[in-house]
């Protein structure tokens, strides 16, 4: 299930891994929210206010009436310096279900993965857009440290994986930036996200992961009692992931899930990996910049639908559909495809802006845009190669729109059952 052509040995990794390796949930001794005040109250009219017992209550982080943990209530510093993991998750661990985590403005640094629990949310003040530019950044969110040894900068576990006494459900992450760019470019693969099997709706909104070893965000599989679970019924708004050791973005078996206005930047893999995310909507998505292709597409079965995505010079090609399962359908409306196949400045090399290998399923597009060029200065090869290509599939068929490759914008590879253009489809 993975991509083998032409890649770097960071992305020659199976997805289905076990349950991530965390750190392990820390025990707070002091008491929490409601029960603090109520102790402190106690001995108050105990006459006790001055022992050690009523100044342990009275320094015990206190739970405000919206229900949200500060995690300066629980030693983090946010100074940028000092190791705030074991306090990020002291707070987590206290939270009741619809609790929230709120990290002040100021810069995190962890040491390990910190783990949210089941209906709980991680908010920071700040999810970062996109800035390629080498810009400084206000400090704000998590930063591993240099020696950080986990899988991810921020797990989410399963009830299995997590031992939690409930399902895995409604876990937020929201404005929060994940700032990778202090972990070795040589050492080990840490993700952004995580997510471990069977996890269901999972909602980020207004994220950034940047400069992470791994893959930017990462749904894995859990063996189960049942079997292989895998995350899934996701929802993601206004997320960006830049620069990433590894995969952008990599889906598996994530179905029933909404994906929007979510851009991918850069990266040593393709920009986004999707194995088996039926039944799935992505609406104004983007791929720009990644070694191997934008959009990886593998075997599913239902409907994934694309509206509104783009694509801009990714090495490979623009968006790749590979998938077995005649129960598939790929349906891409209003999609803009631009300069893909970069392959590695030289242009050429059989990348198109649409390719379809291999495939049982059917492939449909309308308003489709295909269109080719250099950098944007002008410099290195014009690309894609090729505008739409199909070989060995079953159904190919684009009704609308404009169709431009390097060298042939309508690529037929042999061995289709049926590839075709509409009358409305325009070729350069």
């Not at 940047?210 to 049942?226: F, M, Q």
């Not at 995350?231 to 050791?245: I, N, Q």
């Not at 039944?279 to 720009?288: D, L, M, P, Q």
């Amino acid at each position: 299930m993975e991509n083998t052509e032409n890649t770097s040995p960071r992305t020659r990794r199976l997805f289905l891994g076990g349950a991530a390796a965390g750190v392990t949930a820390v025990a707070l001794t002091t008491t929490t929210g409601i029960g603090a005040a109520t102790a402190t109250a106690a001995a108050s009219e105990a006459g006790t206010g001055t022992g050690t017992d009523a100044a342990a209550a009275a320094d015990a982080p206190k739970l405000n009436n919206l229900g949200w943990h500060d995690v300066r209530g629980y030693g983090a510093t946010g100074d940028g310096v000092t190791d705030d993991t074991l306090a990020i998750q002291a707070a987590l661990d206290a939270c009741e279900p619809g609790n929230t985590v709120y990290l002040p403005a100021g810069q995190y640094r962890t040491s390990a993965p910190v783990k949210i629990p089941p209906y709980v949310t991680l908010q920071g003040t700040h999810g970062g857009g996109e800035n390629e530019w080498g810009a400084v950044d206000p400090e704000f969110g998590l930063k591993p440290l240099p020696g950080f040894v986990g899988d991810a900068v921020i797990l989410v576990l399963d009830k299995l994986s997590g031992g939690y006494a409930t399902k895995s459900v409604e876990v937020r992450i929201l404005q929060l930036t994940i700032d990778g760019s202090a972990l070795p470019a040589n050492g080990a693969e840490v993700d952004g996200i995580r997510a471990v099997g069977q996890v269901q709706h999972l909602q980020l909104r207004d994220v950034q992961v940047r400069k992470v070893t791994g893959h930017g965000i990462n749904t894995t599989y859990s063996a189960e009692p049942s079997g292989p679970q895998a995350p899934f019924c996701l929802h993601f708004d206004r997320v960006s992931v830049l620069w990433p050791g590894s995969f952008g973005i990599a889906l598996n078996n994530s179905t029933d899930s909404v994906i929007h206005d979510v851009y991918v930047l850069g990266g040593n893999g393709a920009g986004w990996w999707i194995a088996g995310a039926g039944n799935s909507t992505f609406t104004s998505c983007r791929a720009e910049w990644s070694a191997n292709e934008g959009f990886l597409l593998r075997t599913w079965q239902g409907v994934i639908q694309f509206s509104g995505c783009s694509t801009d010079r990714n090495g490979f090609d623009g968006i790749k559909v590979e998938n077995t399962d005649r129960k598939g359908i790929l349906q891409l409306s209003g999609c803009r495809l631009t300069r893909d196949g970069r392959n590695g400045g030289t242009g050429g090399g059989g990348y198109a802006g649409l390719k379809v290998r291999n495939t049982a399923a059917k492939v449909l597009a309308d308003g489709l845009l295909v269109t080719a060029g250099n950098d944007d200065d002008g410099s290195q090869g014009a690309s894609p190669a090729r505008g739409v290509s199909a070989g060995n599939s079953a159904c190919t068929v684009v009704t609308s729109g404009f169709v431009d490759g390097v060298e042939i914008d309508w690529h037929d590879d042999g061995g289709n059952t049926l590839f075709q253009k509409g009358a409305t489809v325009v070729l350069s």
